[in-house]
C-alpha cells in the first residue's frame, strides 16, 4: 500500500517539479519554447514576473527587478515546485540572489551549462553561444553562472535579425517561425565557419530551442538550450525507476 502525504493546506494541486519565471512580455511562444506548455513532457508551473519587460531586464538592467523576482520565486516555491528556472537566459542577472532567497534549486539561465560544457571539450576548443543580444550580454552575466575568462567562448547575437528582433525584442506581435529558423541557422553556420574550433553550442535565449534541431543539422554541433538543462533538472527531481530483464 502507498500512502500519500499533502506537503501543504494552503494548495490543492501536486505533481510540478518545475516552476518556470517568466518575463512579462507578449510574443508569440511557439512549441519548444521554455514558454509553451507542451514543450516539456512533464508538467511545469509558470509565474510571470511583473514589470520585468525585456527591455528593462537586457538593456536597463534594472535592480529594481531583483524584488518581483524574489517575489516571483518564492510564490512558486510555497506552490510546490521543487526547482525553478526561467524563460530567458539574461535573468543570469538575478541568478545567485534568487538562489539565496529560496530552499528548492534555482537555475535562471541556460548559461549554466557553460562550465559543465567547457570541461567536456579540449583546451583547444570553444563554446559558441547564439544569445538575443551580444551587446546587452555583459561580464556580470557571465561571472553569475560560473563562467570565467578562462573558458574559451565567443559569442553571436541575434538583434540584427529583422525578424527574431523585431518578433521577440520588439514585440510586434507576430512570428515567421521558418524564417527565425533561417535566421538561427545562418548565424550558426557562420559561427562555425568563422570559428572552427566552436565544438558545441549554447543557445542562451528560450526563444531559440525550437531551431535547436535545425542548428544542430546545420553545424553537426552538440546543441544546448533551456529545454537540455530543464529536462536535466528534472531528471534528478523525479529520476524513473528501471525495469528490465537480465
Not at 71 to 81: N, P, R
Request: net charge negative; aromatic share 8%.
Amino acid at each position: 500500500m502507498t500512502v500519500y502525504r499533502i506537503k501543504s493546506r494552503s494548495r490543492s494541486w501536486d505533481g510540478q517539479a518545475i516552476g518556470i519565471l517568466i518575463l512579462d512580455a507578449a510574443y508569440p511562444c511557439v512549441p519548444g519554447n521554455v514558454g509553451n506548455a507542451t514543450t516539456f513532457p512533464f508538467p511545469v508551473r509558470y509565474k510571470e514576473v511583473s514589470g520585468a519587460s525585456s527591455y528593462r531586464l537586457l538593456t536597463e538592467r534594472d535592480p529594481e527587478l531583483l524584488k518581483p523576482f524574489i517575489d516571483g520565486a518564492k510564490a512558486l516555491e510555497a506552490e510546490g515546485v521543487r526547482a525553478i528556472t526561467g524563460a530567458c537566459g539574461f535573468m543570469a542577472l538575478f541568478q545567485p540572489q534568487v538562489a539565496e532567497a529560496v530552499d528548492v534549486p534555482v537555475f535562471l539561465s541556460s548559461l549554466l551549462q557553460v562550465p559543465f560544457i567547457c570541461r567536456t571539450l579540449t583546451s583547444k576548443q570553444k563554446v559558441g553561444i547564439i544569445t538575443a543580444s551580444a551587446a546587452c550580454l555583459t561580464d556580470e552575466h557571465f561571472a553569475n553562472v560560473g563562467i570565467t575568462k578562462e573558458m574559451p567562448t565567443v559569442i553571436y547575437g541575434m538583434e540584427d535579425q529583422d525578424e527574431f528582433r523585431t518578433s521577440v525584442l520588439d514585440e510586434k506581435g507576430t512570428m515567421d517561425s521558418d524564417l527565425v529558423e533561417r535566421e538561427v541557422v545562418g548565424v550558426a553556420e557562420r559561427m562555425v565557419a568563422e570559428n572552427p574550433d566552436v565544438a558545441a553550442i549554447v543557445l542562451e535565449c528560450s526563444d531559440l530551442p525550437p531551431y535547436a534541431h535545425a542548428v544542430h543539422r546545420a553545424t553537426g554541433r552538440p546543441v544546448f538550450d533551456f529545454i537540455t538543462m530543464i529536462k536535466y533538472v528534472h531528471s534528478a527531481l523525479v529520476p524513473r525507476p528501471y525495469e528490465g530483464y537480465m
